[in-house]
C-alpha cells in the first residue's frame, strides 16, 4: 500500500476507536476525520465536500421535515387503539396488527420520528390495560427499523449510499430498488417478531410504572425544614404514615439512618426523608408544607399545578454524556427537576446531582407542561414523553401531511420527479400550509445526521482513492473467495452488520461503500447489488440499545435491560442477514 493508503487507514482507525468510545457527537469526528484528510493531501477540496452538495443529506433533511409536521399534528395519534383494541392482553395478532403498519409507514417516514410519535401511544395504552409496554416497545422498534430497509427514502442510510452511488458515476438508488432484498428481510424478520421474539422478551417494569404492578419504583428525597409545620411532629402526626401510594421508607438524621421508619418516630428539622412510590402522587410531597427538596442544587419545588411528569432519554450524542446533573446546571439550562435516573431496569442508586449520565438513561422529571415542546428537538434527547396525561390527538392538519406524504411517493414510485425534488417540495407544502413555522422545520432537522451524511463522503472517497479499498478487497476475495460468492457477500453483510452495531449506521455504510464495490469489481458481481446488501445491513441494527436510535429511545420507557437486546436481537439478525445474503446472491 502506499502511505497515502495507510495514513488514511491510521486515520480511519482512529476515527472508528474515537466513535466505538463515544469520545464526541459522531458528526464532529466523522468530520475531523475528513478535515485531517484534507489537511495532509490525501483527498482534495472537491473531494472533501462533495457531501455537501450530494443529493442525500438534503433530501434527507427534507424528509425530516415532512416527519417533523407528521410529529407536530399527532398524525399516528388514533393509530394504535384502533390497532390493538380495547383488549387487555397482547397476542400474536393484537402485535401484528402494530407491527405491520408500523413496519409500512417506515418505509415512507424516517422510522426515528415514528417511533418518537408511536412510543407514548403505545406506553398510554399498556397503562390503561395493565399491560408490560416490553412486550411491545422492543418488537416496535424493530419493525420500524425493518420497515425502513423496504424503500430507498426509509432510512438516511439508504439515501447515503443513493448519493455515494451517485457521486461513483452511476444512477442513484429508485424508491424501490431495494425492496427485492430489503423487503424478503422485513418480511421474515417480521414474521420471526410476532411468532418467536415474544417467547424470548420477558415482562419489564418500564420507567413510568411505580411501586406496583403498574407502576414504577421511583424514589425523591425530602427534607423537614427547620422550625416548620413538621418539626417535632410524628411521622403519624405529620400525616406521612398513610400516603396513597407513597412510602416514607428511611430518614438520614445525622449521618445514621432509621429504617424501617416507625409511626411514632419524632421528625426534626433537618431531617432527610427518603420515599418511593407511584410518580403521579410524589408531586403531593413537593406541596406538602414543612417539607421541601433535600436536592435543592438542581431541583425545583413544585408549588402550582403548572408543572407535571415527563419521561426523558438520553442520546448518545447528547451534551448531557459523560456529566452529571449538578456539573450540567440542568435545573437552569433545562427548567426541570430530576426526580429519579433509570438504567437498564433499575433506578441508578445514589446522589442524584453526582450520577454521571449515560446514552439511554431515562430521566423522570418535573417541569413546566411546555417542556416537551421546548426540548424535543434540542439533540439532547431521543425521546420526550408526558407521563400520565393523555397523549395528543390528530390536529385538522395532519390531512394535509398525509396527503402530501402519499402524493409524494406516488411520484417517486412513478418517477415523474428525482426523489430530492419531491422531497423538498413536501417539506415547502409544510411551511406553506402553516403545518409548520419555519423555526420548527429548521428544529426538526437533525443536523447533526446532515453533517455526518456531509462529512462521511470524504473519509470513503479517500478510502477508494488511496487504493486501500482494494487493498482490503482483495484480502477479502482470497480469504473467502474458496468459498465462492456466498462467502464473499456473507463476509461484505456480517462485516457491516458488526460495524454498524458500534458505529452510527451512516458511518458504517460509509467505510464498507467503497469496500464492497471493489469486491464486486474484483469478484465479477454487480455492484449495485452489493451496494444495496450494505445499504439494508447497515440499517439492520438490533443487538445493542445504542447501535440504533430507535432501540435507545425504547430502552427506558420498556424497562429492557442489555441482554434483553441480545436475547431477541441474535436470532433477528441471523435471519435478516440470511435473507440479504440470499437476495444479494440472486441479483449479483
Known amino acids: 500500500m502506499s502511505f497515502d493508503a495507510w495514513l488514511t487507514l491510521a486515520i480511519v482507525v482512529l476515527m472508528l476507536y474515537a466513535l466505538v468510545r463515544e ?27 462533495a457531501g455537501f452538495s450530494n443529493p442525500a443529506p438534503i433530501t434527507v433533511a427534507a424528509l425530516y421535515v415532512l416527519a417533523g409536521g407528521a410529529e407536530k399534528t399527532g398524525l399516528m395519534g388514533p393509530l394504535v387503539d384502533r390497532l390493538l383494541g380495547s383488549t387487555g392482553r397482547v397476542g400474536r395478532r393484537d402485535l401484528a396488527r402494530l407491527l405491520l403498519p408500523s413496519a409500512g409507514i417506515s418505509g415512507f417516514i424516517n422510522n426515528t420520528p415514528l417511533v418518537a410519535m408511536l412510543i407514548p401511544e403505545v406506553t398510554a395504552w399498556c397503562r390503561k390495560r395493565k399491560v408490560s409496554p416490553s412486550r411491545l416497545l422492543l418488537p416496535l422498534s424493530y419493525a420500524a427499523i425493518l420497515g425502513g430497509t423496504v424503500t430507498v ?39 420471526l417478531l410476532v411468532t418467536v421474539i415474544p ?3 420477558p415482562e419489564r417494569r418500564s420507567a413510568d410504572q411505580a411501586f406496583t404492578d403498574q407502576m ?9 425544614a427547620p422550625r416548620g409545620a413538621l418539626d417535632g411532629r410524628s411521622v403519624e402526626g405529620a400525616g406521612l404514615r398513610h400516603l396513597e401510594g407513597v412510602y416514607l421508607i428511611e430518614i438520614e438524621r445525622d449521618g445514621r439512618m432509621i429504617a424501617p421508619v416507625s409511626p411514632t418516630t419524632e421528625l426534626r428539622g433537618g431531617d432527610r426523608l427518603t420515599f418511593v412510590g407511584q410518580a403521579d402522587l410524589v408531586v403531593d410531597l413537593q406541596r406538602t408544607s414543612g417539607l421541601r427538596s433535600a436536592q435543592e442544587e438542581h431541583l425545583l419545588a413544585i408549588d402550582s399545578p403548572q408543572h407535571t411528569f415527563f419521561e426523558a432519554v438520553i442520546g448518545g450524542s447528547s451534551s448531557l454524556v459523560g456529566r452529571n446533573l449538578r456539573d450540567s446546571d440542568f435545573r437552569a439550562r433545562y427548567g426541570a427537576a430530576v426526580v429519579a435516573i433509570h438504567r437498564a431496569g433499575t433506578r441508578v442508586a445514589g446522589k442524584l446531582g453526582q450520577v454521571e449520565l449515560r446514552p439511554g438513561d431515562t430521566l423522570l422529571l418535573l417541569a413546566g407542561r411546555d417542556f416537551r415542546a421546548r426540548w424535543r428537538e434540542s439533540g439532547d434527547f431521543l425521546l420526550v414523553a408526558r407521563l400520565g396525561g393523555p397523549p395528543p390527538s390528530a390536529t385538522r392538519r395532519a390531512p394535509i401531511v398525509g396527503i402530501t406524504a402519499v402524493v409524494m411517493i406516488g411520484l417517486a414510485a412513478l418517477e415523474v420527479l428525482p426523489i430530492l425534488h419531491l422531497a423538498l417540495i413536501a417539506a415547502a407544502v409544510m411551511i406553506v400550509a402553516r403545518v409548520l413555522t419555519v423555526s420548527e422545520a429548521r428544529q426538526a432537522i437533525d443536523l447533526d445526521v446532515i453533517v455526518l451524511i456531509a462529512a462521511a463522503f470524504g473519509v470513503g472517497a479517500a478510502i477508494e482513492e488511496t487504493g486501500l479499498a482494494s487493498t482490503v478487497a482483495d484480502g477479502l476475495v482470497d480469504g473467502l473467495g474458496p468459498l465462492g460468492d456466498l462467502g464473499i457477500v456473507l463476509g461484505i453483510v456480517v462485516a457491516t452488520l458488526l460495524l454498524t452495531e458500534v458505529i452510527t449506521n451512516n458511518a458504517a455504510a460509509v467505510v464498507i461503500f467503497p469496500i464492497g464495490l471493489a469486491v464486486a469489481a474484483e469478484a465479477g458481481l454487480d455492484p449495485r447489488a452489493i451496494a444495496i446488501a450494505i445499504a439494508v445491513t447497515a440499517s439492520s441494527s438490533f443487538l445493542t440499545p445504542l447501535g440504533y436510535q430507535t432501540n435507545t429511545m425504547v430502552y427506558g420507557p420498556g424497562g429492557y435491560r442489555f441482554g434483553d437486546y441480545l436475547r431477541a436481537g441474535i436470532p433477528l439478525s441471523v435471519m435478516v442477514v440470511a435473507a440479504i445474503t440470499a437476495m444479494t446472491l440472486m441479483l449479483a
Open 216 to 224: 414504577r419504583e421511583f424514589v425523591v428525597e425530602m427534607e423537614v
Open 199 to 201: 417467547l424470548l422478551l
Open 153 to 191: 427514502i426509509g432510512t438516511s442510510t439508504n439515501l447515503v449510499v443513493s448519493g455515494l452511488l451517485e457521486e461513483s458515476g452511476r444512477d442513484p438508488l429508485s424508491l424501490f430498488e431495494i425492496t427485492p432484498v430489503g423487503g424478503v428481510a422485513a418480511l421474515l424478520g417480521l414474521a
Open 23 to 49: 469520545v464526541g457527537p459522531p458528526a464532529a469526528l466523522v468530520l475531523a476525520a475528513t478535515v485531517t484528510l484534507l489537511v495532509a493531501d490525501v483527498i482534495d477540496e472537491g473531494q472533501a465536500f
